[in-house]
């Protein structure tokens, strides 16, 4: 199944290599979604902890006609979870986003699709994914994909200083 894309917009296979850029992109997403904060030093050891060839990365690239270098411009990365009802693997999406101004191109959902692809190619049966409850586009998107609630992550904080 090959993943189609609006005209000008390219399917790439990112490399562990690709760090600086997968950080500014999870930078980004983290910045619009908490544009209170400032302080997302932990993404970058997210990434050294986890980015490595199980766990891959595709970039969509934006090049018009007269541009002579492309534009990342959207990012999924992918990689392995645990069922915690069933025990099975699943296919776990780690970062997937698309810049604003490039949105509504179905980006995301060509990205969802060759996801899907990896995860097949795994022997899963199912991907999964954390959304933030802010991020109701998002949210939106992946129902109408056919992703569902299995669980919520809750917290409970405290002050330690005191």
Known sequence: MMTSLSRYYYLKQGKTQDKAKLLKFMELTYE?????????????????????????????????????QPEKVACLWMGTGVDQVSGDRYGHIFLIYVKPNHRRQGLATALIKQGQQWVDGQGYHQIGLQVFERNQAAQKLYNKLGFFPQSYLMFKSWNINQ
């Open 32 to 68: 619009e979604l908490f544009p209170e904060q400032s302080d997302f030093n932990h993404l970058s050891i997210t990434i050294e902890q986890y980015l490595s060839s199980k766990t891959p990365l595709w970039w969509i690239e934006y090049q018009p006609e007269n541009s002579t």
